[in-house]
């Protein structure tokens, strides 16, 4: 699998199939943190770096295209805001500044993230857009206050070279993600996940200042569960079917299915937990699993299409070649068609929210 950049941004633009109209499943899980979120600011934000700035300098890490980097960053506005009201009621205020980061990956969509920013009367911050992996540095020393990312560490950095190599015992033939199934594959990209969390850590550690803060949200397994037995795991293993089919019926070849893995992990609660406190430079002020609004109520076979197509497009294509994508994702909705998932006897992803604090 090549890449210029070895990244498979979400689907760009303001179309059907764009990351912007279907990512609100990943929207309403930054919501249901919005309170949480809230509460940390309001507790751990040290009261002398809220009130000494005048400048505040917010980063999110890994924003996409836009809408929800807008909501996530408003709300940590709003609350910054909030504090400083509240904690210099006697005193004189000086007025803050704020200025917001937006990174992601250089072939992300940034034309769209800054064509549909909140319009500039409504803004209360100034844009800058930091294009770049987030596995390296991408900021000065010491300059952000608020680190933010959501529902991005779970994309690696690359896919482990030994799940690609024929005869190699981590091959992973038969699946298109770390399904846990084969041992050999799971180590493979526990290896990855470990190094690539740690360049992370140590690059937020560089750029967030002392006393700062840094949200981290997404998903990963509960421990003891496997990734094939969550619905999500199915979708995907359902996806790696079809391009199986599809490689029968002479639409690509069976070589390019064999070799078509994702670079993405989903590690279990703990493992997360353990890579973090790997890192001496932020302490977890808060690292507690949260439930996802819309996970009440089992999800449409639309809705659950529709995300996942936002999602793997730019990487099916690459892969695959364009012509592929639309029988693809046809053919994924006639299998979960015929074969519902049961959302009932499946396991769900555990959503996380951890808030660090910079030593
Ligand atoms: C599922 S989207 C999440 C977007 C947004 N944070 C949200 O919650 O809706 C994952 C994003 O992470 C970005 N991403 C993945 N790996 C990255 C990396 N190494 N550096 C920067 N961004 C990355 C992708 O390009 C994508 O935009």
């Given amino acids: ?75 940590i506005i709003d609350t910054v805001k909030f504090k400083q009201l509240k904690e210099n009621n006697e005193g004189s205020l000086m007025p803050l500044e704020f200025q917001v980061f937006f990174n992601d990956q250089p072939n992300n969509d940034f034309n769209t993230l800054f064509r549909t920013l909140p319009p500039s009367f409504q803004r209360e911050y100034f844009s800058v857009g930091v294009p770049g992996s987030f596995y390296g540095r991408l900021l000065p020393t010491q300059s952000i206050h608020i680190g933010h990312t959501s529902y991005t560490t779970h994309w690696l950095s690359e896919v482990p070279k030994d799940v690609c190599v024929k005869n190699s015992l981590a091959w992973n033939k038969n699946y298109i993600l770390c399904n846990n199934a084969i041992e050999e594959v799971t180590k493979a990209y526990k290896i990855q996940f470990i190094k690539d969390m740690r360049v992370f850590l140590e690059a937020r550690a560089e750029e967030i200042v002392h006393g700062g803060l840094m949200f981290v949200l997404g998903q990963c397994l509960a421990d003891g569960v496997n990734m094939s037995e969550t619905w999500q795991g199915i979708v995907v293993d359902t996806i790696g079917n079809c391009l199986m089919d599809m490689a029968k019926s002479g639409l690509t070849s069976k070589e390019k299915v064999e070799l078509f893995n994702l670079p993405v992990y989903f590690p279990q609660f703990s493992e997360l937990k353990r890579e973090i406190e790997r890192n001496r430079c932020f302490t977890i002020e808060t690292m507690e699993t949260i439930s996802h609004p819309l996970e009440d109520n089992p999800l449409s076979n639309n809705f659950i299409i529709s995300m996942f197509r936002a999602i793997l497009n730019t990487i099916i294509k690459e892969h695959f070649g364009e012509g592929v994508v639309n029988e693809l994702f046809d053919r994924l909705a006639k299998k979960l068609a015929m074969y519902p998932i049961d959302f009932k006897k499946c396991e769900k992803h555990v959503n996380y929210f951890i808030l660090l604090k910079r030593n």
């Fill in 1 to 75: 699998m090549t890449s210029a950049y070895n990244s498979f941004p979400m689907t760009g633009g303001n179309g059907q199939h764009s990351y912007l109209h279907n990512s609100s499943y990943q929207k309403a899980a930054i919501d249901g943190a919005e309170e949480k979120t809230r509460q940390c600011i309001l507790e751990k934000l040290s009261r002398q770096l809220n009130s000494d700035l005048g400048i505040v300098r917010i980063a999110d890490f890994g924003c996409s295209s836009g809408p929800n980097t807008f909501h996530a960053v408003q709300n």
